[in-house]
């Protein structure tokens, strides 16, 4: 886990990592050798088969929006993300390959192969 500590020495906040096992040890600066104080941080917890709709700023809307506004707004104004169109229309080309025996294989030299 990462642990967000601030040093009272100097001032600086820091992320530390350590197992959770290791929750209430505490940690020294690595500047001042103050012991640090932990931040109180919310977690966010993720549970099973439960969604949660954050909204982070979308440059194309100028607004905070959550993944399923975005993708609406921009369906209702019928815009279509790069990459993620549909590529079943597209048939890849084939290619034609020389059978070879095995003495032919063997027989290979620079000037051949330059010819095929």
């Not at 549909?86 to 010819?115: G, M, N, Q, V, W």
């Amino acid at each position: 886990m990462i642990y967000e500590y601030f040093c009272d020495g100097c001032g600086k906040k820091y992320d530390v990592v350590k197992p959770v096992s290791q929750y209430n040890t505490q940690e020294l600066c690595p500047l001042s050798g103050v012991t640090m104080t932990k931040a109180v941080v919310p977690a966010r917890i993720h549970l099973y088969n439960t969604s949660v709709s954050e909204k982070k700023f979308n440059p194309a809307l100028g607004r905070a929006v959550t993944d399923t506004e975005a993708r609406q707004e921009a369906k209702a104004r019928g815009w279509e993300e790069v990459g993620n169109e549909s590529l079943s229309h597209i048939e890849p080309p084939r290619i034609e390959y020389p059978d070879f025996s095995e003495e032919d294989i063997k027989s290979l030299t620079p000037e051949k192969l330059a010819t095929l």
